[in-house]
């Protein structure tokens, strides 16, 4: 009975969080973080992302954990629709960027299609208004590594050239499977695509 009140107050701490974070129509923070593309880092930056086009920011709790694999392996898999739409995509969690170098390499997840941000200290997560919470004790992702790490809200933001939010989509709101993001954020931008037609 405890453990059900504290899962109904842990959904219901994240659900008023996520109606505080940024919404459709909010300008997108800017940032730059360390991330991660088929095992190598480099700085990501959205200012110069948003002059190629839309960008999808999906923020995830933890490389290697059940949803999350889930997610990032439908990103990967569907890389050529947001390519053919001129989107481009970028997670953040706040894992460390040596977790994310093997995350963004390994073929079952990422498969070296898109870059994954290292958002550690959680500065880019609070500036979308998004909270985090640590990693239970004894914590471990699907390899049998602990994890030490925060988790940040599962929530994606569709970003138009113009700074301003396009799309949110939020676990805790919208009650959607990770693999739900993908396709709902591809059916955003493929819609500011056929705008542009």
């Known amino acids: 009975m405890k453990k059900w009140i504290w899962g109904l107050a842990l959904v219901t701490a994240f659900a008023v969080s996520a109606a505080a974070a940024l919404q459709p129509g909010d300008t997108a923070p800017v940032f730059t973080a360390e991330a991660s593309l088929a095992?190598?880092?480099?700085?990501?930056?959205?200012?110069?992302?948003?002059?190629?086009?839309?960008?999808?920011?999906?923020?995830?709790?933890?490389?290697?954990t059940k949803g999350c694999d889930l997610e990032a392996h439908t990103f990967a898999q569907d890389k050529d629709k947001f390519d053919a739409a001129g989107a481009t995509i970028i997670g953040v969690s706040a894992d460390s960027i040596r977790r994310l170098n093997s995350f963004s390499s390994d073929p079952h997840y990422c498969a070296g299609r898109f870059p994954v941000a290292s958002d550690p200290h959680l500065k880019v997560a609070t500036s979308y208004g998004l909270t985090?919470?640590?990693a239970g004790p004894g914590k471990k992702d699907v390899r049998g590594v602990a994890i030490h790490h925060a988790f940040i809200e599962r929530t994606t933001y569709v970003i138009g050239t113009?700074?301003?939010?396009?799309?949110?989509?939020?676990?805790?709101?919208?009650?959607?499977?990770?693999?739900?993001h993908v396709k709902e954020a591809l059916a955003v931008v493929r819609k500011l695509a056929a705008g542009k037609k």
């Open 39 to 64: 095992g190598k880092d480099f700085v990501f930056s959205l200012k110069k992302a948003l002059k190629k086009g839309p960008v999808v920011v999906y923020f995830f709790p933890s490389a290697y």
């Open 132 to 134: 985090a919470r640590q």
């Open 162 to 180: 113009d700074g301003k939010i396009v799309a949110m989509f939020s676990t805790a709101i919208d009650h959607i499977t990770p693999d739900e």
